[in-house]
């Protein structure tokens, strides 16, 4: 199996700084796409941030320049640094892998999921 843990979440003042990390381990062949999601209470859960195994990114426009998302692919671990905070990105953030796996002899991909961080940005 493989397994997603997250760090690095927390309260913080608005305009402030903090950066996620999502490091994935167990059965791992490779791993191809990785991304942020997040979910703010009643609201469906977004897609913060992605990259791809070779370092292309996208972002939703209400993070654009404020955030990075990165990669150390030697670590198996992707990381969202997130500043200039603002109230409204106050959510669980979970990361998501997509991970080949042998499985019977075949290499097939697998989506996981982390267990998620709160991160709370107070006015």
């Known amino acids: 199996q493989v397994q997603l843990v997250e760090s690095g979440g927390g309260l913080v003042q608005a305009g402030g700084s903090l950066r996620l990390s999502c490091a994935a381990s167990?059965?791992?062949?490779?791993?191809?796409?990785m991304a942020w999601y997040r979910q703010a209470p009643g609201k469906q859960r977004e897609l913060v941030a992605g990259?791809?195994?070779?370092?292309?990114?996208q972002y939703t426009d209400s993070v654009k320049g404020r955030f990075t998302i990165s990669r150390d692919n030697a670590k198996n671990t992707v990381y969202l640094q997130m500043n200039s905070l603002k109230p409204e990105d106050t959510a669980v953030y979970s990361c998501k892998a997509s991970v080949s796996r042998v499985v019977v002899g075949h290499v097939s991909r697998y989506d996981y999921w982390g267990q998620g961080t709160q991160v709370t940005v107070s006015s």
């Open positions: 167990g059965s791992i062949f490779s791993i191809n796409d």
């Open positions: 990259i791809t195994k070779d370092g292309r990114t």
